[in-house]
């Protein structure tokens, strides 16, 4: 039984990007990993994604293009606020190899997004993951 399906699937993609296999398969399938797979498909991580109805819970099969160095869910979840995005604590800044590579993805209430986006908006919210 898995827990965090999220943290599942983004280990099951570093995984697979690790091995250079060309897709994945993602199961079961949430909303907020539709969430976060549109965000890194955004930022040029993945190629497509497609949504599998198996009868089921349902699945996803992820095109990988071995963009990925690092991906992981941050865990506990902590919230951050504009003002803290800005200056980019250090407990923040252990998870991006450096100030300009990589995405912090947060849940905010306008939707998921990088964190990069979020500071245009003026937004704060949840970290959920990070990418570099």
Known sequence: MVHDTLSAH???IYNAELRGQREV?????SKLTVSVLKVLQKEGYIGDFEYIDDG???????TLLGHIN?????RPRMPVTYRELLR???????YLA???LGYLIISTSQGVMTHKDAMQKHL???LIAYVY
């Open 88 to 94: 980019l604590p250090e407990h923040l800044r252990r």
């Open 124 to 126: 704060g919210g949840i």
């Open 98 to 100: 450096s100030r300009d």
């Open 56 to 62: 089921r819970w349902g699945k996803f099969r992820v």
């Open 25 to 29: 398969i993602l199961m079961p399938a």
């Open 10 to 12: 983004l280990s099951a």
């Open 70 to 74: 690092k991906i992981g869910t941050i």
